[in-house]
């Protein structure tokens, strides 16, 4: 991103023609750009302080760096959209569903209905807007390769005619290693708005991490590798307004308090504070799963129960679903 490709005489209005060619000659980058000091820039480009502050306003601007007030704020997160998840209790423990614009982590042991969930989300993103869907589609990356179209296609039949088309709407990733995964996530940019990708899913993210990052000599740049990713995924939610939905395995708890259970997820501290919303799934009698909100920033804890059947997930057993 250096400002030779990034700077026009629109993009930097106000800015004489000359000092724009200085400015190339220095080959800046807008990120360099916006963190130096006036007096650092007007000794470098042999110019007023007034104009140097002039410059790196502009860059930062065109970075997109500047304070929101809380009521904008609120205006961006009204235009969020949201994904029915298929039960009311759940979508309610959301206040509506699975949010754009962030990464939702559901952590539990197998069985516990995550990927049952993914999948169900995959169909639900496509539905109209009135049915809690975001007309969009949606992008799987399978690093366990339990991906099943004919599961998808089997919870689909039970509420949508056409379920070819609900297939040729997800994007399948299959994952083996933690290289290929992130060549993935970094084709994302370029998918999403090509594709109309409303929901990117990555079932698991532990698998890769933990299967070749093993000891404690490995650990640092294990914890490296899931930060920048995470900075990553948060980046591309809030860019693109996509929903990222990450499951994640639950390991021994190392705090036994912290997450007031024996277990707690896997991946560490690299990666805790990164979801805005984190869901614990766990089984309960028969179909039903209880859900348990924590650690939201916006919602309070709480725990609901619903249903994963042969239909989907619902909130009975079975489902009661109508047809459209
Ligand atoms: P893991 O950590 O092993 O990946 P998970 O949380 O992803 O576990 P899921 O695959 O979501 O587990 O859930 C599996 C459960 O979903 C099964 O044990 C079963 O109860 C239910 N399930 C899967 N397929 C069907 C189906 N066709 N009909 C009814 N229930 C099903
Ligand atoms: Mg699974």
């Known amino acids: 991103m250096f400002i030779v490709e990034q700077t026009t005489m629109i993009q930097l209005e106000g800015i004489e023609k000359e000092l ?51 009521a904008e704020f609120l205006e961006i997160e009204r235009r969020r959209g949201r994904i029915t998840t ?35 989300l ?30 998808i296609e089997e919870i689909a039949s039970f509420r949508i005619k056409n379920t070819k088309k609900v297939l040729d709407n997800i994007l399948v990733a299959p994952t083996s290693n933690t290289d290929i995964m992130l060549a993935y996530i970094n084709q994302l940019e370029k998918i999403i708005p090509e594709e ?14 933990r299967a070749e990052f093993i000891g404690k000599d490995r650990l640092v740049e294990r914890q490296q590798k899931i930060m920048n990713l995470a900075e990553k995924l948060v980046e591309i939610a809030v860019d693109h307004d996509v929903a990222i939905v990450v499951t994640n395995q639950i390991i021994a708890a190392i705090d036994q308090f912290l997450y007031g259970s024996g277990e707690e997820p896997a991946l560490g501290f690299a990666w805790a504070h990164r979801p805005q919303q984190r ?27 619903f249903y994963v059947t042969e239909q989907g997930i619902s909130d009975t057993s079975p489902a009661s679903l109508e047809f459209y």
């Open 196 to 209: 109309n990708i409303k929901l990117v899913i990555i079932d698991s993210l532990a698998a890769h991490f």
């Open 279 to 305: 869901i614990f799934l766990r089984k309960s009698r028969g179909s039903a799963r209880i859900a348990r909100l924590f650690d939201s920033s916006r919602f309070p804890d709480r725990e609901i129960l």
């Open 122 to 151: 995959c169909i639900n993103v496509q539905l109209p807007k009135d049915l809690g869907g975001l007309e969009g589609k949606a992008f799987f990356i399978d690093t366990e390769r339990t991906f099943s179209p004919q599961r």
């Open 20 to 70: 724009l060619k200085k400015l190339e000659q220095k080959d800046y980058s807008l990120g360099q750009l916006s963190l130096m000091s006036e007096k650092e820039l007007a000794e470098d480009l042999e110019i007023e302080e007034e104009l140097a502050a002039l410059i790196i306003q502009k860059a930062q601007e065109q970075l997109g760096i500047h304070p929101y007030t809380a």
């Open 86 to 120: 298929g039960s009311e209790e759940f979508d309610s423990m959301l206040n509506g569903g699975i949010w754009t614009g962030e990464i939702t982590e559901l952590v539990g042991s197998f069985s516990s209905g995550k990927t049952q969930l993914c999948f169900q």
